[in-house]
């Protein structure tokens, strides 16, 4: 009888065994899931004051002493390094930095160094999301910004253009880049961007004429694409 | 040939040349926007309402009520926009589009504020355009000026906006550089330029209503009938369209409306493309791009117990490219009726 009864404790043990392991493997996955979860949750907390922050920036002066602006940095950075596959965080980053060169301009400071580091963030972003019509839109609009116009500086356009060409926002970025430095695109590339800029003649025609006279190109700006069939055209005539 | 043959010679002469000279009088701009009761005057005819799309020529005077404003373009791109009570004739001008050099652009500021933003003459050929007022004579040497002239005082004031100009009388001549004004009185020599912005409020009140004034057109060059035409068919599809809105229920009303926009939206499409070649033959002719204005903001007084001011630009500094909307802000509004608004 005792001899019956030890292959059943041993199946017994086996299956605990088993069950334990299964049990155990559960949990450490839920663990990690809840690990992961919360350093996803860490970085979205770490990234929602320096976002506030990047929204303040916008409609305030700027201040050397603004100690709130320099955390922000700080915040997006471990957002990022929480969330390193996060394009939100990169591109935020990049915003950050580019923000940061408007203030250096605005206080007469030198602006570049914050201007390449936001390159470096958007172009992780493009990484990560290369379909971000803004997100093109923002690289070529900071090689306008640096003078920098090379094939990426045609090529970050095009692609804005070819993405986003009905997006509001990346109309206005793209204006900004055709009607600042036109000649400096690549002839295949005027086009596309010219026609993104003129598909936002309807909705936001008075920002884009605003555009093309701080560039001095209100000349181009009559040469738009079906300018004739916007009342813009009023301007032009 | 006794000498009453040859003073009837001669008078029969002055006579002809009268008559050529009238017949060859062409309009050399249109009016593009109104604001308001303004009037249009030619030669000894009484003076009639101006309406947007009438043809402006040499001799023409624009006269503009107490609340009323009006913008004239002319075929090289000049714009002259006047403000309320105010005045100005066309003394004489004449686009030649193949020898510029040999055109002319001559007005004369009769009462109140005159703003003109050059066009491809003004920025190719500077010494064919001036501007009279009272005792001074304004040479242009760049895009954006506004001049105020109060008969009763002889004072002419001259802010720049961009550019410069050359402010003369017989006293003497003072160059006026960007962001700066200066007043010339009866004979003396102008005054030193200083920054607008230590300006008398007078002077800055009108000077920023003329910055600000709206839906003010390119400085390029167009084709006049296209131009004058589609101006006129765009307030008379406005025109009809604010009938309409005021009186849903009739259809037939909505239907001309929608009729004349569709009119008004070829005419616009048809100048919109006459326009761009007129620019491309000026600069085919050896034509120089004028500068575009930027858009303006009202110009903010000096702080209280500044001292004096150093040159600045009236312009408020640009800033790098933005992605967000900007408007325009104060001035006046050339809505309303007859007025052809790109909004």
Known sequence: MRRASAPTSLQGARQLVLRLGAASLGIAALIALAIAALRLGAADLAAFAPRRALERAATQPPSRDDERWMRARAQLERAASLDAG???????LGRWHEAAALRAEALRSRSDAELREALVDFRHALALRPSSAYTWASVALLKLRL???????????????????WEPEVQLILANVAFGAFEKLHARARSTVLRA????????????????????RADLFCRLPGIGASRQALRCV | MNIRQIGLSLALALVVAGVTQRAEAAPGGYVHGVTGAASLQSGDAAPRPLKVGDLVQSGDIVTSAGDASAIVKLEDGQVMLLGVASAFRVT?????????????????????????????????????????????TIGIRGTDVTVIYDPASGNVTVVVNSGAVDLMTVGGTRTVQAGTYSVATRNAIPTQPVSVRAAPPSVLQTASIM???RNVPVNTPVSLEASAAAVAAQARADELQARAAADPQNGALKEQAAQAQQQATQSLDAAAAAAQKALQDALDAGGTLPATAAPPVPIAPLPSGAGPATTEPVLAPLPPPTTTTSTTTGGTSTGGGGTASPN
């Open chain 1, 86 to 92: 996060n394009p939100d965080l990169h591109e935020a």
């Open chain 1, 147 to 165: 003078a920098e116009f090379d094939d990426e500086f045609s090529s970050a356009a095009a692609q804005a253009a070819g993405l986003g060409p």
């Open chain 1, 197 to 216: 800029v003129a598909n936002g003649l309807q909705r936001q025609g008075d920002a884009i004429f605003d555009i093309a006279s701080r560039a001095g």
């Open chain 2, 92 to 136: 004489e001008y004449r686009y030649d589009k193949a020898k510029m050099g040999e055109s002319r652009a001559v007005f004369g500021l009769l009462k109140g504020a005159l703003r003109f933003i050059t066009g491809v003459l003004g920025a190719s050929h500077k010494e064919v355009v001036k501007v009279a007022a009272g005792a001074a």
């Open chain 2, 211 to 213: 910055l600000t004034m």
